[in-house]
């Protein structure tokens, strides 16, 4: 397997050096309003790349973003995760009911180490790039550091000596990008990073996710509220479109206890249209969650391409082809199947000028996807319709993907459970790219 993101790693971490200041700046009173961590986007495994500090001393720890993850996991096997100020949660301590953890290791036969303490409540460390289902990590906590944000820049570090996180092994970072040490789980859970972060600094219960289209640029990941600010100087919390959150009642994850809700971000889609006419399928059955957790729309970021639902998918492509007359159709290149000789599209502000897809929300509200989110460039003449076929019966009917999230700024809204979106940066001249990481005085 080629790992062609490499470049771009190591740059990543060397941008994380340039802006970091010394730790004992973090020791003061100072109350941030709000932080940032960068986000690369990683070629080879197209997934979405963070690094936050952790331990003493600090060390950064390289995560793939999980969207809807219950909380951070990292590998602690051993020899894997080495601090001094490491600390398990003890069966029935608060920590574990924060994580709702129903099972609990007595007696852990190896030598004490994270991971593996007697007497510890255990999570379910999730992977879903992973092939085999995971058993459970024990849950622990330790500090982590990482910048605060007036919105604009990065400013001073800061960090909280006791966030909650659960324990893989090796195993668990198998398909995992190179280098990926573990999960950053945002999903909606008490212990799901957000929401930590906003109960450890006490800011809002909000965060935001910025992913940039191109692995040679950082997109940014945000918590608590805005200002968020890209260059030149747009508040993009100025702009954003609402609509609700909703619960699934059924996990969505790989492993769950019996009865947990699930922990990814469900939003109410009612219709799909392609150029303003309705794609028609079984709405009432599909886009609603039935008792049993099926059915519905999730966004997701470990999905690199939204997935539909095969009925969905079908009539999808059946329309949008409808609505792109004139255009040769070419040999489909997988996973999709729907592909276009590009010299007959031409380009526009917001990519490939192909009709626009728009997920209806509500009475006038919906969410709508341009070119630069609908198609993907396969090779020099060649753009596809970047969604993929889910099967006859997913759990989910509708998983929006990364591609269609990026240069697309959302705003997750925990205490008022409600999606902000903001359509296609590229309408406003900006991207997600387009944070200044640069920060005066202080590298
Ligand atoms: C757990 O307790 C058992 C029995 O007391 C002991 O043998 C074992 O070494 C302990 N394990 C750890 C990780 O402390
Ligand atoms: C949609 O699906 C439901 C459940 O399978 C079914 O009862 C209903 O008749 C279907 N509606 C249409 C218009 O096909
Ligand atoms: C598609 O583009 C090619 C190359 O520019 C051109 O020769 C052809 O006529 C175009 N086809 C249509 C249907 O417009
Ligand atoms: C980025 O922020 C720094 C620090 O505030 C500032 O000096 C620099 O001019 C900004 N860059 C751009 C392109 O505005
Ligand atoms: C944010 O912080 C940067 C650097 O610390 C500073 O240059 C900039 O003026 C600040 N912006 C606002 C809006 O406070």
């Known amino acids: 397997m ?43 495994t197209l997934q979405y790349i963070t690094t936050i500090k952790q331990r003493t001393p600090l060390v950064p720890i390289k995560l793939t973003i999980d969207l809807g993850g219950q909380s951070l996991w990292v590998n602690c096997d051993k020899g894997q995760y080495i601090s001094s100020t490491y600390k398990p949660a003890h069966c029935d301590s608060a920590q574990c009911k924060l994580a709702e953890s129903n099972a609990c290791t007595t007696e852990c036969y190896s030598s004490p180490r994270p991971g593996c303490y007697n007497n510890t409540c255990d999570i379910f460390p999730d992977n879903p790039f992973a092939a085999t289902l995971t058993g459970g990590g024990q849950l622990g906590q330790d500090v982590v550091s990482l910048h605060s944000t007036n919105g604009s820049n990065p400013g001073r570090v800061v960090s909280t000596p006791n966030l909650l996180f659960s324990c893989g092994d090796t195993s668990l970072l198998d398909g995992l990008a190179k280098g990926a040490k573990g999960m950053a789980g945002l999903g909606r859970s008490k212990v799901g990073i957000p929401s930590q972060l906003a109960s450890a ?64 971000y469900f939003i109410q889609v009612k219709s799909i249209k392609i150029n ?32 539909l639902e095969t009925s969905i998918y079908k009539a999808v492509v059946k329309t949008f082809v409808k609505q792109l007359p004139r255009v040769p159709r070419v040999a489909s290149v997988a996973p999709f199947g729907a592909c276009f000789s590009s010299k007959n599209i031409s380009s526009t502000r917001v990519g490939p000028f192909v009709p626009p897809i728009d ?68 309408f406003r001249q900006t991207t997600c790219a387009n944070f200044n990481f640069t920060s005066n005085g202080l590298s």
């Open 276 to 307: 303003d006419k309705v794609v028609s399928f079984n709405a009432t059955s599909l886009l609603n969650i039935d008792a049993q957790g099926y059915g519905g729309t999730k966004i997701s970021t470990v999905k690199p391409y939204t997935v």
């Open 359 to 426: 997920l209806v929300l509500s009475e006038g509200v919906f969410w709508r996807f341009f070119g630069a989110n609908s198609m993907v460039q396969v090779a020099k003449d060649v753009l596809c319709l970047g969604f993929v076929d889910g099967g006859v019966r997913p759990m989910t009917s509708i998983v929006i993907g990364g591609h269609q999230l990026e240069d697309n700024l959302l705003q997750f809204d925990l205490a008022n459970k409600r999606l902000g979106f903001s359509s296609s940066l590229l």
């Open 2 to 44: 080629a790992y062609s993101s490499f470049h771009c790693l190591i740059l990543f971490s060397s941008l994380i050096f340039n802006i970091a200041i010394t730790p004992s700046l973090a020791k003061t009173s100072f109350k941030p309003k709000a932080l940032v961590l960068p986000v690369a986007k990683d070629s080879s």
């Open 201 to 264: 600094f006490s800011f809002q219960r909000k965060f935001a996710l910025c992913l940039s289209s191109s692995p040679r640029s950082y997109g940014a990941m945000f918590f608590g509220g805005g200002p968020y600010v890209l260059l030149p100087g747009i508040d993009v919390t100025k702009s954003l479109t609402f609509t609700k959150l909703i619960l699934n009642p059924v996990s969505t994850a790989g492993a769950s206890f019996v009865g947990d809700p699930s922990t990814d």
